[in-house]
């Protein structure tokens, strides 16, 4: 990763647009905090594998007026609060994030961001402001913000990070003792192999498990 400072913008691709706006070209550094920006007015964060925003952008970027962020990982309502701050964003871009498919969430973001004049390419309309206003004022509104509000669970440095509880794999009691008994009961080498073969395949004498549950008892026979 690598650090963006005056020098990194120096080296980096610049160009003129038509409407003269100055752009920077950031592909492929792999930057992981945008900071020191105060005159970016656009940012193109589009295939990103952004999953959350940070707090405190107004600082980072106060100047910014349009923020691209479509097909990335967004997941939550609650993680699009930062952008909030940014009282100067009026164009944002959420396409083919996961956060788009969560009820009220056209509404959710033009109730946090009320200057927005432009949500996914579609231009807010009056009546849609109405509707936010209306589902979110209030007492019974904030608990409704608050309660589709969550947020995605972030990795703290310093912190233990939980395991997943392995579930217990194999054969129950009863199934070892049938697989046992069927062993027992083998008349010849050529009904053992048969037995074997059962095993490795998931099954034993009577019933069928679950493939691969049963190899390690290949050692009985």
Known sequence: MVKLSAELIEQAAQYTNPVRDRELDLRGYKIPVLENLGRLKTLLMNNNRICRVGENLEQALPSMRELI???????????????????TLT??????????????????????????????????????????????????????????????????????????????????????????????????????????????AGQIPGREVRQGVYRRLDLLI
Do not use: C, W
Not at 69 to 87: F, R, Y
Not at 109 to 117: D, L, R, S, Y
Not at 121 to 126: G, R, S, T
């Open 91 to 200: 164009l944002l871009s959420l396409l083919r994030n996961p956060v788009t498919n969560k009820k009220h969430y056209r509404l959710y973001v033009i109730n946090k961001i009320p200057q927005i004049h432009v949500l996914d390419f579609q231009k807010v309309k009056l009546k849609e402001r109405q509707e936010a206003e209306k589902m979110f004022k209030g007492k019974r509104g904030a608990q409704l913000a608050k309660d589709i509000a969550k947020r995605t669970k972030t990795f703290t440095p310093g912190a233990a990070v939980q395991q997943p509880e392995k579930k217990k794999m194999g054969p129950s009691p009863a199934d070892v003792e049938a697989i046992k008994n069927a062993i027992a009961n083998a008349s010849s080498l050529a009904e053992v192999e048969r037995l074997k073969g059962m095993l490795q």
């Open 69 to 87: 962020l479509t097909s990335n990982n967004i997941q939550e309502l609650g993680d699009l609060d930062p952008l909030a701050s940014v009282k």
